[in-house]
């Protein structure tokens, strides 16, 4: 829920656990306590997609039995696999642009006993209107990082489970062509396509395909996106990493952003999401400014985090039982 500053200092001072997102400006403000918080101005609130520095987007731990909040950075955040709780959940939040969270991208798929300890969060980021500098926020010492993954971990009780889902418009068609990469990189000058060496940046101008389209690899039926940043002198830059030897293709056009991401959150079915958040791309390229995704709110974010870093996604948390 969007609260103002003087709302959320009362909620800290009172003991509550919070997970909270909001302009650094008033993050800044914020008093030592039970929370873990994380740069943005952007929001999906009650009201619809908004953008604003006035209100704080706050979320009430009041599921779990015991916290644990800790801060890594990028040669021990795979620790967070170590001090996870035996059933539990860990909120990741991590700074946009950081070395910390390349680290975590280029590597969290490969590390299998990530997918026993439900993980769930977001990038930090800031206003890109005016720029700015993403941070996140460890509440116990009110002190925030550029470099750093805040984590909290939440013990949950023997009755209760959390689980982490995903919602995504973008599917692929499986007579485009096929596009493989070299290595486990945030960018990309070659690449081949179906077994051909091409100029991947040459590629996708001849092609005239639409940069807002995210590359999409299927794993099992589920799609993850990779969306590109921007193409420079012959560089094509993501906002994840793409893998060697994963097959990607170019996602399928959306007619209307906004009516499929509705048709996916009605079939999705969730009930009572505990934690939301929605890419910025999806903010931006969905036209979500003022439009309202029930059940879903929460930060808009620069990636999301389930197990992985995700891109052009809608990342939630339920807890069941």
């Known amino acids: 829920m969007l609260i103002t500053l003087e709302e959320t200092i009362a909620k800290i001072n009172e003991g509550k656990i919070l997970h909270i997102a909001a302009d650094g400006s008033l993050l800044d403000k914020l008093p030592k306590g039970k929370w873990i918080g994380g740069t943005t101005p952007y929001f999906i609130s009650d009201i619809g997609g908004i953008l604003t520095k006035d209100k704080l987007f706050v979320d009430e731990?009041?599921?779990?039995?015991?916290?644990?909040?800790?801060?890594?950075?990028?040669?021990?955040?795979f620790q967070v696999?170590?001090?996870?709780?035996?059933?539990?959940?860990?909120?990741?939040?991590?700074?946009?642009?950081?070395?910390?969270?390349?680290?975590?991208?280029?590597?969290a798929p490969e590390v299998e006993e990530l997918l026993m300890h439900p993980t769930v969060g977001w990038i930090s980021g800031f206003d890109l209107n005016t720029g700015g500098e993403a941070k996140v926020y460890d509440g116990t010492t009110a002190a925030s990082y550029t470099d750093k993954a805040v984590v909290m971990y939440v013990k949950l009780p023997e009755n209760?489970?959390?689980?982490?889902?995903?919602?995504?418009?973008?599917?692929?068609?499986?007579?485009?062509?096929?596009?493989?990469?070299?290595?486990?990189?945030?960018s990309a000058k070659k690449c081949t396509v179906n077994g051909q060496e091409v100029d991947f940046a040459q590629y996708i101008e001849k092609k005239g395909i639409d940069?807002?389209?995210?590359?999409?690899?299927?794993?099992?039926?589920?799609?993850?996106?990779?969306?590109?940043?921007?193409?420079?002198?012959?560089?094509?830059?993501?906002?994840?990493?793409?893998?060697?030897d994963v097959e990607y293709?170019?996602?399928?056009?959306v007619k209307d952003y906004a009516?499929?991401?509705?048709?996916?959150?009605?079939?999705a079915?969730?009930?009572?999401?505990?934690?939301?958040?929605?890419?910025?791309?999806?903010?931006?390229?969905?036209?979500?400014?003022?439009?309202?995704?029930?059940?879903?709110?929460?930060?808009?974010?620069?990636?999301e985090v389930a197990y992985q870093l995700l891109n052009q996604t809608l990342v939630y948390c339920e807890i069941l039982g």
């Open 61 to 77: 731990i009041d599921y779990g039995e015991d916290i644990n909040i800790c801060t890594y950075g990028k040669y021990n955040v």
């Open 81 to 107: 696999v170590e001090e996870c709780y035996e059933n539990g959940l860990a909120i990741m939040i991590m700074p946009y642009g950081s070395q910390v969270a390349t680290k975590y991208a280029k590597e």
């Open 269 to 303: 079915g969730a009930k009572d999401p505990v934690f939301s958040c929605n890419c910025i791309l999806n903010y931006l390229y969905g036209e979500l400014e003022g439009k309202k995704t029930p059940p879903y709110t929460g930060p808009v974010t620069f990636g």
């Open 211 to 244: 940069s807002k389209l995210p590359l999409v690899a299927d794993h099992n039926g589920a799609y993850i996106n990779t969306s590109i940043k921007s193409m420079e002198n012959g560089t094509v830059s993501f906002y994840a990493p793409v893998f060697k």
């Open 160 to 186: 209760k489970s959390a689980m982490i889902n995903m919602l995504n418009i973008f599917t692929d068609d499986k007579t485009d062509p096929i596009i493989r990469f070299y290595d486990n990189e945030l």
């Open 249 to 253: 293709r170019f996602a399928t056009p």
């Open 259 to 267: 009516t499929q991401f509705k048709k996916i959150i009605d079939e």
